[in-house]
């Protein structure tokens, strides 16, 4: 049973499409994320969900949209996406703050053409 | 400059050797530190979480913090081929909710 099972695995598309990516936790976690990791590896937060409710929204361009359907479920929309977003965008959940470590998703590879 | 900094590296080492792994902080108000482990092509796992100073041992791998010096380590004792990835120090604040990463050190074990 896959913990954070994130969808799809890769995906190219051509400058200024639209594109989500979901994300699905079954451990019964509360938090929820979105990481972007660069061609460096270098893993940035981009949103914070608590129960449903966004807590961090990491000064990330506003054609990115997530949503929290539920506590289980963490979604990202990009609008017109652009070369610079190519990456690969990881999901995460936590207990609470995270204290204890986050589990995080098999990533998204994200190219865009 | 990044309020995590971490070697690159890349890091060889032969099979058998004990491994260490750095990373500073410029943030004095980290109070939870981890080490994720990151094999090519798959999600970051974690290998530690350690709260405030100190030092934790799991097998083959123990976490060192020196919040003195905003330093922290992982050591890996006899090292595996299997052990070869990239590893990734993390930290948190005691405000929770944010997870700030080092830029990760790459490691090879060989044969």
Known sequence: DTAVSQTPKYLVTQMGNDKSIKCEQNLGHDTMYWYKQDSKKFLKIMFSYNNKELIINETVPNRFSPKSPDKAHLNLHINSLELGDSAVYFCASSKGQGYYGYTFGSGTRLTVV | ????????????????????????????????????????????????????????????????????????????????????????????TGGGNKLTFGTGTQLKVEL
Do not use: H
């Open chain 2, 1 to 92: 400059q990044k309020e995590v900094e971490q070697d690159p590296g890349p890091l060889s080492v032969p099979e058998g050797a004990i491994v260490s792994l750095n990373c500073t902080y410029s943030n004095s108000a980290f109070q939870y530190f981890m080490w994720y482990r990151q094999y090519s092509r798959k999600g970051p796992e974690l290998l530690m979480y350690t709260y405030s100073s100190g030092n934790k041992e799991d097998g083959r791998f123990t976490a060192q913090v020196d919040k003195s010096s905003k330093y922290i380590s992982l050591f890996i004792r006899d090292s595996q081929p299997s052990d070869s990835a990239t590893y990734l120090c993390a930290m948190m």
